[in-house]
C-alpha cells in the first residue's frame, strides 16, 4: 500500500530544534501536515519561518500531563507521533541532588507516557508512535545513571504499548552521539575533542547528523511491519570501547 505523504498528520513533540526539527523539515517536504510542539514561543515562531507557514505549532511543557492533554484535545486526528523532547540532567548520584535528577525521569518517561496516552485515541489502525532513548541506556557513563533509566524505561514502555496499543504501532529509536546543540550540554568545553574522537573511532568514521535519525523516524512511521523494536542508530557506538 502507498504511503500517501499528503495525507498524513504528524505531530512531533520537541520539534524546534535538533532531531525533531529535521524529521519536521523532512516530513514536511514531502507533504505531510505537519504539527509540532515545545515550551518556547520563540523558538516556536523560529521553527514556522524555517519550515514553512503550513507548518501548525503548539506550546506543550511535557512534564504537565493537562497541558500535553490540551494539546491533542484540540487535533482532530494523529496518524504518526515522534517525541523527541527530553531534559538530559546528569550528576554523581552521591553529589547531585535527588530533585535535580528527577528531571530527566519526567521529562523523558512521563512526557513519552503523557503523549502516547492522548495520542492514541486521536489514531487509526495505521498510526504509529515513536519514542526516543539512547545509547547511554545500553553503554554505561559515569554520571548518567538517571539518564540511562529514563531511556531503558521508554524502550520497556515500548515493547509494553506495542501490545496494548495494537494495531498502531509503538517503537523507540536509540540515537547514538548526534550533532546537536545537546553535545554542548553534555562535553562542554571538551565538544570538539569528543567529536574529533567520535569521528576518528566510530565504524562509519563520521559523526551523527539529526537528518540521519529524520530518516530512521520516517522509516518507522511508513514500515507497517514494524513494531515493539528499538532501532539503533548510532554509526556503531556500541562497538566501541
Known amino acids: ?42 523558538k516556536l ?13 503548539f506550546m506543550v511543557q511535557m512534564t504537565d500531563e493537562s497541558s500535553v492533554q490540551n494539546m491533542f484535545a484540540q487535533l482532530e486526528h494523529v496518524d504518526h507521533l515522534l517525541i523527541s523532547a527530553a531534559d538530559v540532567v546528569m550528576g554523581p548520584i552521591l553529589e547531585t541532588d535527588s530533585d535535580v535528577l528527577k528531571i530527566a525521569m519526567e521529562s523523558r518517561f512521563w512526557g513519552s507516557y503523557y503523549a502516547a496516552k492522548y495520542a492514541a485515541p486521536k489514531m487509526n489502525e495505521n498510526g504509529s508512535i ?32 506495542a501490545v496494548e496499543l495494537s494495531p498502531i504501532r509503538v517503537n523507540t529509536i536509540s540515537a547514538g552521539a548526534v550533532n546537536t546543540p545537546l553535545l ?22 563520521r559523526m551523527g547528523q539529526p537528518e540521519d535519525i529524520a530518516d530512521a523516524a520516517l522509516y518507522l512511521m511508513q514500515n507497517r511491519y514494524t513494531t515493539g523494536t528499538v532501532l539503533s542508530v548510532d554509526g556503531g557506538l556500541l562497538l566501541i570501547e
Open 1 to 42: 500500500m502507498d504511503f500517501l505523504w499528503q495525507e498524513k498528520v504528524i505531530v512531533i513533540i520537541g520539534g524546534t530544534s535538533g532531531i525533531g526539527f529535521a524529521t519536521a523539515q523532512a516530513a514536511y517536504a514531502k507533504g505531510a501536515h505537519v504539527v509540532i510542539a515545545g515550551r518556547s514561543v520563540s
Open 45 to 57: 515562531a523560529e521553527a514556522r519561518k524555517a519550515i514553512g507557514h503550513r507548518l501548525q505549532t
Open 130 to 161: 515513536t519514542f526516543m532513548s539512547g545509547t547511554s541506556t545500553w553503554k554505561p557513563t559515569s554520571g548518567g545513571a538517571v539518564a540511562a533509566a529514563s531511556g531503558a524505561a521508554v524502550e520497556a514502555m515500548c515493547r509494553s504499548l
Open 184 to 205: 554542548d550540554f553534555i562535553f562542554g568545553e571538551k565538544r570538539d575533542q569528543m567529536v574529533e574522537h567520535l569521528e576518528k573511532t566510530l565504524p562509519v568514521k
